[in-house]
């Protein structure tokens, strides 16, 4: 009997370990990829759709398209999770897995910031992009604030992206002028692991005439006046506030004794969790890395090998190596990369490639390459 594998979450992970498993252990295990939405989106997508490059429509990609032989895709919720028995209750039915990976990922929480529902946008999600999108189509001036709310959020760089989109959109219609835009942030600098990065990104914000607030949190809105109120006292008005919500695991998590401390610890050279054959992989985990795409991909690879080594026999696979390679956009179609690793030595290491035409046809060939590996053909 194949070994019954069930992954929680078709997202960066989810995708990354399935493809996976299919090339690599197809007879020995039958795969069962669960997630509540019919198609992913990449994360980076979500600022096209924000600026107008692209539709939602365009960007979405249908899970009915993954054609993998050990594969099974289930579009159903998932409402709890025994990580003691592995068994996984959906809004359609009851799953037994032999072994279990939890890469549900991390779920925004506007309302965790008062009146940022009423008053603000987010650009985060699919469908807050596409609001987002719309509310800038009819902006014609006025205050805008890009706020990071909370102190962990996905891919640091993009509300940085978002910032220098902004101005190149304002821009092009012929109105910057007319546009004050903000980007607050309670951390010190734009990429903390990255000095040299940083000192590039808030010499490009200045020279664009974006201001930068760096260890600036935002509390609270006051949408009728509207104002956005700071932690240290002060309040800022705006006409246009685009909020990146607190994070939080999902509720599904949270209640299965999974998580401590709101994320689910692993071991961060297996992702083993401390339930047996329970792996978890992501944004969802507490592994001392950065939540992003690139890194979910490379946990869920480290997966993958682990259970190649546990189902075929063999040596265990050398740990999880912690590099990643981050794309930034930067304004005027052109693309910065941040090759950063996290777990190589007692600090992290980073280096800057200055933005460029290049590395922005790179960052395309990323995207596609993931396109044809997990759903098996680019679309036109
Ligand atoms: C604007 C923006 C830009 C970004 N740019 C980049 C970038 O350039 N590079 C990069 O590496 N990363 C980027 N990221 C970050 C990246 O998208 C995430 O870090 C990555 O998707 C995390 O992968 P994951 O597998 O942990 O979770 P996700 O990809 O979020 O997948 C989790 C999945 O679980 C599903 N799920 C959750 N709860 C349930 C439930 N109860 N039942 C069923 N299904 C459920 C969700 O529907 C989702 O599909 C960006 C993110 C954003 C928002």
Not at 89 to 101: H, M, P, Y
């Amino acid at each position: 009997m194949p070994t019954h594998v069930v992954i929680l979450g078709a997202g960066f992970g989810g995708l990354e370990l399935s493809s996976r498993l299919a090339e690599d252990l197809a007879d020995e295990v039958e795969v069962t990829l669960i997630d509540k939405n019919d198609a992913f989106v990449f994360g980076f997508a979500k600022l096209d759709v924000m600026v107008g490059r692209r539709s939602l429509e365009e960007m979405r990609l249908p899970y009915r398209d993954m054609a993998k032989v050990n594969l099974t895709f289930r579009q159903e919720t998932i409402l709890s999770i025994d990580p003691m028995t592995r068994r996984v209750v959906t809004d359609g039915g009851v799953l037994e897995a032999d072994i279990l990976v939890v890469a549900l990922g991390a779920d925004l929480d506007p309302a965790a910031t008062p009146g940022l529902v009423e008053g603000g946008f987010e650009f985060y999600s699919p469908e807050g992009a596409a609001r987002t999108r719309d509310a800038l189509e009819s902006f014609q001036a006025g205050t805008i604030l890009i706020s990071v709310l909370g102190p962990f959020f996905k891919c640091p760089p993009a509300p940085i992206e978002a910032a220098f989109l902004l101005h190149d959109l304002f821009t092009r219609r012929g109105t910057r002028n007319a546009v004050e835009i903000h980007l607050l942030s309670p951390l010190p600098l734009p990429i903390p692991v990255s000095p040299e990065t940083s000192a590039a990104i808030v010499g490009m914000l200045a020279d664009r005439g974006i201001t930068w607030w760096p260890q600036t949190l935002v509390t609270h809105l006051d949408p009728d006046a509207p104002l956005a109120h700071l932690a240290d006292g002060r309040s800022l008005p705006y006409d246009l506030f685009l909020g990146i919500p607190v994070h939080r695991a999902p509720e599904v998590v949270l209640e299965s004794g999974l998580a401590e401390d709101g994320w689910i610890p692993v071991d961060p050279a297996t992702f083993a969790t401390r339930f047996a054959d329970v792996y978890a992989v992501g944004d969802v985990t507490s592994a001392p890395v950065p939540r992003a795409g690139v890194i979910a991909e490379g946990e869920a690879r480290t997966v993958a090998d682990v259970l190649v080594a546990r189902l075929r026999g063999g040596d265990p696979p050398a740990p999880y190596a912690g590099d990643a390679v981050c794309y930034i956009e930067m304004g005027d179609d052109t693309v910065g990369r941040v090759d950063v690793n996290f777990l190589a030595g007692d600090s992290v290491t980073s280096a800057f490639t200055p933005p460029s035409l290049e590395v922005a046809a790179e960052k395309v060939e990323f995207g596609a390459s993931r396109r044809t590996r997990w759903f098996g053909h680019p679309p036109a």
